[in-house]
């Protein structure tokens, strides 16, 4: 198959749509751009095919909930006087618990899965002005913004090569 649009001027277009869905909100706070883009590179990385909406996406599940376990564990009035070692205690416990789900064949993408364990690290870390919070609570709210937001960055890499329009070369 040979693109008959270059794939720069694809991205490059997907990239101001991407830039504009940011202004879709919830309770006043837009998707986080850098989220699709993690999305859109784990596409790329991964090998580009539609597949991955099947193989890959089930990764970002564990890595997503046990960020959660993890800040829910660190917040927890019984373990404050821990200090620094209540975050080793329990990221180390989660990112044990995280290896070992990779053992699971719907769920073994590596990269997928701590790239949304540090996702829901890095929006828990802006703050709860970052997404917005949903009878859930604030942890899991975090957690289902930073995943759609993931997500759709995978649809912006299945559409970086769709809008290629390719041709059959004979």
């Given at each position: 198959?040979?693109?008959?649009?270059?794939?720069?001027?694809?991205?490059?277009?997907?990239?101001?749509i991407?830039?504009?869905v940011m202004y879709i909100t919830n309770q006043g706070v837009g998707i986080p751009l850098w989220a699709i883009f993690i999305g859109w590179a784990e596409y790329f990385a991964l090998g580009a095919k539609p597949e991955l909406f099947k193989t890959a996406l089930p990764s970002l599940f564990p890595g997503a909930i046990l960020a959660s376990?993890?800040?829910?564990?660190?917040?927890l009035s019984a373990f404050a006087s821990w200090g620094m070692?209540?975050?080793?205690?329990?990221?180390?416990?989660?990112?044990?618990?995280?290896?070992?789900?990779?053992n699971?064949?719907?769920?073994?993408?590596?990269?997928?899965?701590?790239?949304?364990?540090?996702?829901v690290f890095i929006i828990a870390t802006i703050g709860p002005t970052a997404y917005p919070t949903w009878?859930?609570?604030?942890?899991?709210s975090g957690?289902?913004?930073?995943?759609m937001s993931i997500i759709i960055g995978y649809v912006f890499g299945y559409l970086s090569?769709?809008?290629q329009f390719p041709k059959k070369v004979d």
């Open positions: 198959m040979k693109p008959r649009i270059r794939v720069e001027f694809v991205v490059g277009f997907l990239t101001i991407a830039c504009l376990v993890c800040l829910w564990g660190m917040s070692w209540n975050a080793v205690f329990w990221i180390t416990l989660t990112v044990f618990l995280l290896m070992v789900t990779l699971i064949p719907q769920c073994n993408i590596g990269l997928v899965g701590f790239n949304s364990f540090t996702a009878g859930c609570g604030a942890i899991i957690s289902i913004w930073v995943v090569i769709l809008l």
